[in-house]
Structure formats: structure tokens, C-alpha cells
């Protein structure tokens, strides 16, 4: 009986071996489409990676301070990208041939964690980008615990009997039978991790455990702080913290507002489609800016932004509006306008 249950478990390489192709795959392709198919590594260009990862930063689990890092410092983002895009590429064609299949399932592990941290909130319709993180989390696990079997250079280097294939390491990082003493405790612990992470992260993120079940990628959301009056001029931030991350915020209008409510200075769509990029301080790569017919406000930006009042006095209790293009309008009282 024990002889059977070797066999199963020399096979357990084998069959994963759909999952080890299609995981890989997912992995490389990231490489494949932003270097191979169309370079997405130029900060200068259209659909650059960098302001695709800062769309994550507003409601990150945990690493936001590192991504904050990251798209305040250009530099240092694109050789993050760079090297994040070279990581995957290794990762993803070493798991397809099944090179070093365990090494690279722990990578596929904490590629799958980064993702789910840093982006696990977003997708419109199918928690896209959760689902796409706790599987990969689950998947590098089980890839460890099976390594690869036939049809992988893991397996044709222990059959030409190599004598590094015989060493203790390789069935850790390569293939092979783990020597690991009570190995269904761990394989229970580690799943109960998993598990509880999936549940978690489910919660946190959109409410999918409990309560009121909520997407934060479905409608656009703009935060207005640090409002400051000085000469004539309304200086305020604007971060964007939710909606698509495909699709910008696109502002149409921007009141003050007195203490009973009357407009007493408006700025129109045409004037923020011609707003003055030099009163526009953006914090991050991702950057608000005027387009076509608006100011157009991308996921995760945030700029201090400068508007004159042509002699309009702000007191106490006014308010700032902002109208987007939907129909949603934040707003922000001016409550104890500072001077500076």
C-alpha cells in the first residue's frame, strides 16, 4: 500500500502539469505584452506599466507606502517595473519548461501576493483582479508541493542522473520527492493560511464575506483636502481613490459655493479643458491634466490644483464642488480657510 501511495505522489508533477503550463503562461505573457507585442516600459508613451501601477495605490492592503514610494519617485518606478517584468519573465518560461519548478512556484507564490495586496480591490464586474491574486497564492503552493514531473527539464535532468539531482536542494527548488518529516500537518497549516487570507481579502476588499457587498471599481470617487486660500487664489488636492482603473474621472466642472449654497465663482467644462497645466502640482506618474472636453482625473492621481477667484472673498463655512462628467459631485466645505 505504501508503494502506491509513493507512485501517486511521484506523479502528483504530472498531473498539475496543465496547471504548471497555464500558471507559467500567465506570468510570461505580462513579459511577452510589455516588451514582445508592445513596449509598455516607456515612461514617455501611452499605457506605460508605471501609471497602471499606480492605479493600485489607493486602496492597497499593506504595501501602499512602498507603491506611494514608487510613483512619487519616476526614476525608481521604472527600474521597479523593469525588473518586476524580468522577474515574471523568468518565473513564467521556467514554470512553463519546468526548470527549477518549486523555486519558481515560491515565486509565483509571492508574485500572486503582491498582486492581491496591491491590486485585489479592482475589477469592475468579477473581482478581477482578487480572484486573479488568491488563486495564483493557491496555485504556488500546490506547484511546490507537487514540483513537476513528466514533460519538464526538472524530470529529463534526474533522468540523465546528474548528481546535482541527487542533492537534498534540488528536490526543494527543483523536483522530486520532499523529504519533509509529517508533511499533512503543514499541508493543512498552510492551506487554513490560504484559506483564511482568501477569506479575508474578500472582506476587506468588497465586503464579499459578510454586510453589504460593495465594488469599489464601479463608480468614480474624488477626494478634496487641504484646501488653502492666498491672494485671490483656492489652492486644493484632488486624489482619485476609486472607479475604473481603464477610465478617468473626466471633470466638468468646478463651484464655490457660499453659506447658503448660491455659486459665487464657477469654472466651465471649456475652461477645464484649457486648464493652465502650470497650476497643476501632480504628486504621482499617473497625472490629472485637461483633455479633449474636461480635466481628466486618472485612478490614483492626486495634484494640488490653483484656481483664481477674480476678487471673490472666501469666508467661513463655503464650499468647494466638483462635477464629473456621470453626474456624481464631491464636495468639500471651506470651513476655516487657512492663509499662507
Same mark, same amino acid.
Given at each position: ?20 503550463? =497555464? $500558471?507559467?503562461?500567465?506570468?510570461? /505573457? ?6 514582445? +507585442? ?54 513564467? %518560461? ?10 519558481? #512556484? ?7 501576493? &503582491? ?17 486573479? &491574486?488568491?488563486? @495564483?497564492?493557491?496555485? &504556488?503552493?500546490? +506547484?511546490?508541493?507537487?514540483? /513537476?514531473?513528466?514533460?519538464? +527539464?526538472?524530470?529529463? %535532468? ?14 526543494? %527548488?527543483? /523536483? ?14 498552510? #492551506?487554513?493560511?490560504?484559506? &483564511? ?9 468588497? @465586503? ?12 468614480? !470617487? ?7 486660500? /492666498? ?22 466642472? $468646478?463651484? =464655490? ?9 464657477? *469654472? ?18 499617473? !497625472? ?36 464629473? *462628467? #456621470? ?14
Amino acid at each position: 500500500m505504501k508503494q502506491h501511495i509513493d507512485r501517486a505522489v511521484d506523479k502528483a508533477g504530472l498531473y498539475t502539469l496543465s496547471l504548471r503550463w =497555464v $500558471i507559467g503562461w500567465t506570468y510570461f /505573457s505580462a513579459f511577452w505584452r510589455r516588451l514582445i +507585442l508592445d513596449n509598455k516600459l516607456i515612461p514617455e508613451e501611452a499605457g506605460y506599466i508605471g501609471e497602471k501601477f499606480n492605479h493600485f495605490l489607493p486602496n492597497a492592503l499593506g504595501i501602499k507606502p512602498v507603491i506611494e514610494y514608487l510613483v512619487s519617485n519616476p526614476e525608481a518606478l521604472q527600474i521597479a517595473m523593469v525588473a518586476f517584468t524580468i522577474v515574471e519573465a523568468i518565473v513564467g %518560461l521556467f514554470m512553463i519548461l519546468g526548470l527549477f519548478t518549486r523555486a519558481m #512556484s515560491i515565486g509565483v507564490f509571492f508574485l500572486a501576493m &503582491g498582486i492581491l495586496l496591491g491590486s485585489g480591490w479592482l475589477g469592475t464586474t468579477c473581482l478581477d483582479e482578487w480572484q486573479i &491574486g488568491v488563486l @495564483g497564492v493557491a496555485s &504556488g503552493f500546490v +506547484l511546490f508541493l507537487t514540483g /513537476s514531473n513528466a514533460y519538464s +527539464l526538472d524530470d529529463w %535532468l534526474m533522468r540523465k542522473n546528474y548528481s546535482f539531482t541527487r542533492q537534498k536542494w534540488f528536490a526543494f %527548488l527543483g /523536483s522530486g520527492t520532499l523529504q519533509v518529516k509529517n508533511l499533512a500537518p503543514k499541508v493543512l497549516t498552510m #492551506s487554513l493560511f490560504i484559506f &483564511g487570507l482568501t477569506l479575508f481579502t474578500n472582506q476587506y476588499f468588497h @465586503g464579499g464575506v459578510f454586510g453589504t457587498l460593495h465594488n469599489k471599481s464601479v463608480k468614480p !470617487k474624488v477626494e478634496i483636502s487641504n484646501i488653502q486660500y /492666498s491672494d485671490s487664489q483656492l489652492i486644493f488636492e484632488l486624489f482619485r481613490v476609486e472607479g475604473a482603473d481603464v477610465y478617468g474621472s473626466f471633470l466638468i466642472g $468646478i463651484e =464655490v459655493l457660499d453659506d447658503r449654497g448660491q455659486v459665487i465663482k464657477s *469654472i466651465d467644462q471649456d475652461a477645464l479643458a484649457n486648464f493652465p497645466t502650470e497650476k497643476i502640482n501632480n504628486h504621482y506618474v499617473a !497625472k490629472i491634466k485637461p483633455g479633449a472636453h474636461s480635466l481628466i482625473m486618472p485612478l490614483g492621481a492626486k495634484a494640488d490644483l490653483t484656481i483664481d477667484l477674480d476678487g471673490v472673498k472666501i469666508k467661513e463655512n463655503y464650499a468647494l464642488k466638483l462635477i464629473d *462628467i #456621470s453626474g456624481a459631485e464631491w464636495r468639500a466645505e471651506i470651513e476655516n480657510p487657512s492663509f499662507r
